[in-house]
């Protein structure tokens, strides 16, 4: 049986890494007693995926990683069990369980990501927000209006120009935060910050490769439906 | 929500901002409002080295179960941060509540070796906590140290109100109690200092006074304070079993060195090694009751989520019940997914067949410590290890599938010859020949018998603590003898050979026996940027040598000279239960290379038994 636990990342914890999640949430599963799979072999390890890395300085209402059990563990059980050994900062919210099938994991099956970016007064406080300015927002649709989007993007090994327009799925903005919709997963990614790199130099704002103080806030991870072609959220794939 | 010291641009642009956040599982959080006492606990190192620490683990497990106390933990931050810190003024943190240390009543350091005593500075002057002990006034911190470099605590004495000597699980109680009380009663810092002074164990440097001959040597140190004690005792737990363990260690969120359970199954040991300084301080042999380990070890494998478990002590085969602990610990979770991982054990069919069970055998490889080369020096040594043994362990490790041995030793040790040297390559040669008589089609391929020789440091309260070092350029030529007889033996291609730096030995042999004057050179170092300095990124020698010369202080002098046994020593003053006439004994039998036996066997009279514990007190078979 295969679980996919949906958990939130908030507060100083956007300061911990991706692998360091990993290690966190193996720790969280002994102490959990979750009865989580282990590989075969002589050094086992835990089965477990997750479906997207967070980079640092980010936060997420919508973080996923799949588990295989080795024993059925009930929907409510598992989320308290797992909430009372976490930490301020980390929330599990959903568990739910999913097909064995290795094609829907949240690694293979991630599609989509919903941001929102917010605009902050300086960099030293993510919580400090202001308003985005009315020409941003105005421009949103216009800058969607673009046949194409070149940018310079890095890769592990290299860096290309690539037209980044068909991974920005929609965006638009209101005084709060900018709302971005892109391409993620293990195909075509796209991060929020080289979006709004294009989306200033689009509207003429010179930043000296110093980019205005924004905080970036991942609403959500989605998967492409086969049939329909609609973007469904990841916590919604359950059987 | 939680509030941080460094803002977000400042963590967004450090390494590893895990390191200065604290939130971690098991760290103990407390209204500030509702606790007496402010406890300020740091191992002057980076996070990852001070979080591996199982000291502090134990104390600030102890202090926070006291509802009066709040300990919390401060570490060095790593250079890029200490240069951001000093740029904006930022004063020095602790993880938990993320309040400025100097507000703390009390700031007590770990000073576990001597290549961290300008981190320490650090810690004070990121702090804004006065350097010199003298100038503090009624609002900063207490700061204590604690740990094996106390036991001569003189080259630091100007930088410390008190010195805790020995075990942390005796009298801090009492030292925490008499605060409240001195406060209560409107005393001043000076007050506190000598309340402190009148508990045992509690050194205070700045009642005491010290005169010098002409030579240099001590001519005398003695107490100027009626409160304080002629010799300061160590303190120890006797009862082992039932004291203070953590059940839920904090689990860092970043891989530190030691990133597991750690099991402490005894303290102190028999063996008796004469350069080994824990093998004296630590004594007598304390074990832990095998069922109390059993406990924690699920306790805290629980608590932690961790997916490994080690045993720590000195001398671990030495443990009586080692064998039901080991085989409790691997039925009872390997299973689980969780790792056994062993400390350094006695080479014998038990051990192998542990090994076998607990690890990947073409992986891994064995290490023996034979310490020296020649069997006359590990007589000199008293390390009680054969050459028959050794390669009778080999053999039987070879026998049993692995293939590559670790081997490590030490040059410089006291009448040491060239012979001796070379002996170091020889005994690794005649561990390969062992292999190569296996054969051919029973063996894995070829063996790698790597060996790696460090320099010796002789240590106070050790039978070598009279003698003499060597320069800097002589232990590099002890190296190369050892590389020579390397190159000519018969196996050298299943030989590796590494040796240690020389220059951190040095520095480590002038603090590890200095006394008051030598402390000025650290400050001098310090101020020269010197920091880091078991980092070999970062030490500079070229500096301290600089802070030498500034300073007039003499290297020679700690290191080049034989001690004559009538020489008052800086640490003379302190009483670990082994007595100085015991060490002469030591250093009389070592001339001679004659063997003592440990103390399973037969009592040596060391003058540990008066603690009236351990091994001490145990019937002998």
Redesign the interface.
């Known amino acids: 049986m295969k679980a996919r636990i949906k958990f939130r990342k908030y507060?100083?914890?956007k300061?911990?890494?991706h692998l360091?999640v990993m290690?966190?949430f193996?720790?969280?599963?002994?102490?959990a007693?979750i009865p989580i799979a282990?590989t075969g072999g002589?050094?086992?390890?835990?089965i477990m995926s997750f479906a997207q890395p967070l980079g640092?300085?980010l936060t997420s209402d919508g973080e996923y990683l799949d588990i295989e059990l080795s024993s059925p563990v009930s929907r409510e059980k598992a989320i308290k069990q797992m909430n009372q050994?976490m930490?301020?900062?980390m929330e599990v919210t959903d568990f739910t369980e999913i097909s064995d099938d290795k094609k829907s994991s949240g690694m293979t099956i991630t599609a989509a990501a919903s941001y929102k970016v917010f605009l902050l007064a300086?960099?030293?406080?993510?919580d400090n927000r202001i308003h985005i300015p009315v020409k941003w927002r105005e421009s949103c649709p216009h800058f969607l209006e673009e046949k194409e989007i070149f940018m310079w993007k890095k890769t592990k090994k290299s860096e290309k120009e690539v037209d980044i327009r068909p991974l920005i799925y929609d965006m638009r903005a209101d005084e709060e935060s900018i709302f971005l919709f892109l391409a993620a997963g293990s195909g075509q990614n796209l991060k929020p910050d080289l979006v709004m790199r294009a989306f200033l130099s689009y509207m003429g704002i010179d930043f000296h490769e110093k980019m205005p103080?924004f905080h970036y806030h991942r609403i959500d991870l989605y998967a492409e439906e086969k049939n329909t072609k609609a973007f469904i959220s990841l916590s919604d794939t359950g059987v | 929500?939680?509030k941080?010291a460094l803002?977000?641009?400042?963590?967004?642009n450090i390494e590893k901002?895990?390191r200065y956040?604290?939130?971690?599982?098991n760290s103990v959080m407390k209204d500030p409002e509702k606790v007496d006492i402010r406890f300020a606990m740091c191992f002057p190192d980076v996070y990852e080295i001070g979080m591996s620490h199982l000291g502090i683990q134990i104390l600030y497990d102890m202090f926070n179960r006291r509802q009066d106390v709040w300990c919390e933990r401060v570490y060095s931050p790593w250079i890029d941060l200490d240069k951001v810190m000093r740029e904006k003024q930022i004063p020095l943190f602790a993880l938990e509540s993320q309040d400025p240390i100097k507000e703390f009543d009390f700031l007590g350091i770990t000073i576990q070796y001597e290549m961290c005593y300008t981190n320490i500075l650090q810690i004070l002057d990121l702090s804004g906590i006065p350097i010199m002990a003298a100038d503090r006034s009624e609002n900063d911190p207490i700061v204590i140290g604690g740990g094996p470099c106390t036991y001569n605590p003189e080259p630091l004495a100007d930088y410390f109100d008190l010195f805790y000597i020995g075990e942390g699980e005796t009298v801090y109680g009492e030292l925490l109690d008499a605060f409240k009380l001195c406060r209560k009663q409107g005393g001043s810092r000076r007050d506190y200092l000598e309340m402190a002074a009148g508990i045992e164990g509690i050194y205070v440097p700045s009642f005491y006074e010290v005169s010098y001959h002409e030579d240099g040597t001590i001519e005398d140190f003695y107490p100027v304070n009626p409160h304080a004690a002629e010799t300061i005792k160590k303190q120890l737990v006797l009862d082992v079993s039932n004291t203070y363990y953590p059940e839920a260690p904090v689990?860092p969120?970043?891989?530190v060195t030691q990133d597991r359970v750690v099991l402490e199954i005894q303290r102190g040991c028999i063996r008796g090694c004469r350069f080994c300084q824990a093998g004296m301080l630590y004594r007598p042999l304390r074990e832990r009751n095998v069922k109390m380990l059993k406990h924690y070890a699920s306790q805290m494998?629980?608590?932690?989520?961790?997916?490994e478990i080690s045993l720590s002590s000195l001398s671990s085969s030495d443990y009586s019940s080692l064998k039901e602990l080991v085989t409790f610990l691997i039925e009872e979770f390997k299973g689980k997914?969780i790792?056994i991982s062993l400390p350094s054990l006695r080479i014998d069919a038990f051990s192998l067949d542990v090994m076998e069970k607990v690890q990947?055998v073409r992986k891994s490889s064995l290490t023996f410590a034979p310490e020296a080369g020649s069997q006359r020096m590990r007589d000199v040594i008293n390390k009680g290890l054969t050459e028959d043994e050794i390669l009778a362990g080999a053999g039987e490790a070879f026998e049993g599938g692995w293939n590559k041995v670790k081997l490590y030793f030490m040059l410089g040790l006291p009448y040491e010859t060239k012979e001796d040297r070379r002996a170091v390559a020889e005994l690794a040669d005649k561990v390969a020949r062992r292999y190569y008589e296996i054969p051919k089609e029973q063996r894995n391929g070829k063996c790698q018998i790597t060996s790696s020789t460090s320099f010796f440091i002789p240590k106070p309260f050790t039978p070598f603590q009279w003698a003499r070092m060597y320069t800097n350029e002589e232990y590099i030529s002890y190296a190369a003898d050892v590389k020579h007889a390397f190159q000519e033996q018969l196996n050298k291609k299943s030989l590796k050979y590494h040796w240690h730096d020389a220059e951190v030995t040095v520095l480590e042999g002038i603090f590890a026996r200095g006394d008051r004057r030598s402390g000025a050179v650290i400050l001098e170092a310090y101020r020269l940027g010197c920091i880091y300095d078991s980092w070999s990124d970062y030490f500079d020698y070229e500096k301290w040598l600089q802070a030498f010369k500034n300073t007039g202080i003499d290297m020679a002098f700690y290191n080049l000279r034989e001690r004559s046994l009538d020489e008052r020593l800086p640490w003379d003053f302190i009483d670990i239960g082994v007595s100085k006439e015991f060490l002469k004994r030591e250093w009389e039998r070592a001339k001679k290379a004659e063997i003592t036996p440990n103390c399973k066997r037969k009592c040596a009279g060391c003058g540990a038994g008066k603690w009236k514990g351990g091994i001490c007190i145990e019937s002998k078979n």
């Open positions: 507060g100083v914890m300061f911990i890494g360091d290690r966190y193996q720790k969280v599963m002994r102490r007693e282990f002589c050094s086992p390890h835990m640092v300085g050994v930490v301020e900062g300086s960099g030293e406080n993510s103080p | 929500m939680r941080l803002n977000d641009e400042i963590l967004l901002p895990a956040i604290g939130n971690e599982v689990v969120f970043i891989k494998l629980k608590n932690t989520g961790h997916e997914g790792n990947d």
